[in-house]
């Protein structure tokens, strides 16, 4: 592997993608390069007011409701309404459910 030089499809300016940037996005399993220098994707952060895109578009704030954990018995908060009959989990118990 080796750096870069990428062109920010926002502002046309050159920037390099260093080995480093490369390992993470691997790593993170990203498999696009960057399209946007570091300035603009900074701007583009600020502007949306530091909240990461969601695919589908959109934006604010989700809508939480409620719930008991199916596993230990806490209360938390899940981005659906929980349908009766079905587990629910607080996130700690969802990654070891799933991983079973």
């Known amino acids: 592997m080796q750096d870069k030089i990428l062109t920010c499809r926002e502002c ?3 920037f390099t993608f260093t080995v480093g940037e490369q390992e993470f996005y691997a790593q993170k399993g990203y498999t696009n390069e960057p399209g946007r ?3 603009c994707r900074a701007m583009r952060k600020t502007a949306s007011g ?6 589908g578009g959109g934006g604010g704030d989700r809508e939480m409701f409620p719930a008991t ?14 349908t009766q009959g079905k587990p629910v989990y607080c ?4 990654r070891k459910v799933s991983m079973r």
Do not use: H, L, Q, W
């Not at 530091?50 to 695919?55: I, S």
């Not at 938390?76 to 929980?82: D, G, H, Y």
């Open 50 to 55: 530091g909240a990461p895109r969601r695919a």
């Open 69 to 82: 954990c199916a596993e230990c018995g806490c209360e938390t908060k899940v981005p659906f309404r929980p």
């Open 91 to 94: 996130s700690d118990c969802y």
């Open 12 to 14: 046309g300016t050159e």
């Open 37 to 39: 220098c570091p300035n």
